[in-house]
T-cell receptor, first 113, second 114 residues
Framework: DSGVTQTPKHLITATGQRVTLRCSPRSGDLSVYWYQQSLDQGLQFLIHYYNGEERAKGNILERFSAQQFPDLHSELNLSSLELGDSALYFC????????????FGPGTRLTVL | QQQVKQSPQSLIVQKGGISIINCAYENTAFDYFPWYQQFPGKGPALLIAIRPDVSEKKEGRFTISFNKSAKQFSLHIMDSQPGDSATYFCAAQRVTSGTYKYIFGTGTRLKVLA
């Protein structure tokens, strides 16, 4: 158990819908990262927040957005969902954001029908 | 655009053998190179990592070899065990100030036969 929690574990929804994925980092960690893992695209970095501020953006679509709240939990919002958005979404956390170990949560499996 | 090329895609090794996974990157701005291990149904977990000012790092049975001039790095698993059967991802990251990047390889599925 990494100490990072993600909810929900599974999510099934329809195209065009909007969903919110939630992540609680390990106690004391200030950085939260979001990743998407799919069979054809592998593991893709989406976005990194440090202490409430966006620090880095990767291959995150404009339909996706994220935020980190004062209590350091983070939410990833996915809107206008498409079939291709079906994937595992991982959250990771680290103490700061440099070469600290990133601890991954168990992931949320999103299925878009 | 794929900036980290990982090979092989899959690997079968006998118990006690050496598993070798290779990665090549393009962007010289990367300054941190971790390897992750992922078991089915779990999130990736950091296995070992190296910075480009070091040519080799060893932790137990796991070794990273790093060739800065060739822009290549590899993971060696000595005395491979069935419990090492997992998917391994290399990554190239820029984590110092400036433009942060986190790029992953496509993964290598390792199976160690008992």
């Amino acid at each position: 158990d990494s100490g990072v929690t993600q909810t929900p574990k599974h999510l099934i929804t329809a195209t065009g819908q909007r969903v919110t994925l939630r992540c609680s980092p390990r106690s004391g960690d200030l950085s939260v990262y979001w990743y998407q893992q799919s069979l054809d695209q592998g593991l893709q970095f989406l976005i990194h927040y440090y202490n409430g501020e966006e620090r880095a953006k990767g291959n995150i679509l404009e339909r996706f957005s994220a935020q980190q709240f004062p209590d350091l939990h983070s939410e990833l919002n996915l809107s206008s969902l498409e079939l291709g958005d079906s994937a595992l979404y991982f959250c990771a956390s680290s103490v700061s954001g440099s070469t600290d170990t990133q601890y991954f949560g168990p992931g949320t499996r999103l299925t878009v029908l | 655009q794929q900036q980290v090329k990982q090979s092989p895609q899959s690997l079968i090794v006998q118990k006690g053998g050496i598993s070798i996974i290779n990665c090549a990157y393009e962007n010289t701005a990367f300054d941190y190179f971790p390897w992750y291990q992922q078991f089915p149904g779990k999130g990736p977990a950091l296995l070992i990592a190296i910075r480009p000012d070091v040519s080799e790092k060893k932790e137990g049975r796991f070794t990273i070899s790093f060739n800065k001039s060739a822009k290549q790095f590899s993971l060696h698993i000595m005395d491979s065990q069935p419990g090492d059967s997992a998917t391994y991802f290399c990554a190239a990251q820029r984590v110092t100030s400036g433009t942060y990047k986190y790029i992953f390889g496509t993964g290598t599925r390792l199976k160690v036969l008992a």
